[in-house]
């Protein structure tokens, strides 16, 4: 990982805080589930410095929860106005990273 990276993944916008301030100004109350969507995004930006699809998305939730509840709809209605942009606005990914 390079210095760059870990400073990104160290910045404000990666703090409890910062999650919990942007998730309020989406009106967006976060949730167990919220956090598990915002985890596994991070760590897929961290592994290969991109937000994923949804459906790759889908596939790493599916895998680190083994939980069949992860599908398009279920992600859908914790993120209403789009699963990756607001979900990767929320988790703090850097915007040039967000992948539409």
Not at 16 to 31: D, G, Q, W, Y
Not at 48 to 62: Q, S
Request: net charge positive; charged share 25%; glycine share 2%.
């Amino acid at each position: 990982m390079n210095l760059q990276k870990k400073k990104d993944i160290h910045n404000i916008f990666w703090k409890k805080e910062s999650v919990l301030k942007r998730a309020n100004s989406e009106n967006i109350v976060l949730t167990s589930d919220h956090w598990k969507v915002i985890v596994v995004l991070r760590s897929l930006y961290i592994n290969f410095n991109t937000a994923p699809n949804l459906r790759i998305l889908i596939n790493m939730l599916k895998k680190k929860y083994k939980n069949e509840k992860w599908n398009s709809v279920f992600i859908f209605n914790l993120f209403p106005k789009g699963v990756i942009r607001q979900a990767s606005y929320i988790a703090g990914l850097p915007k040039k990273y967000i992948c539409l």
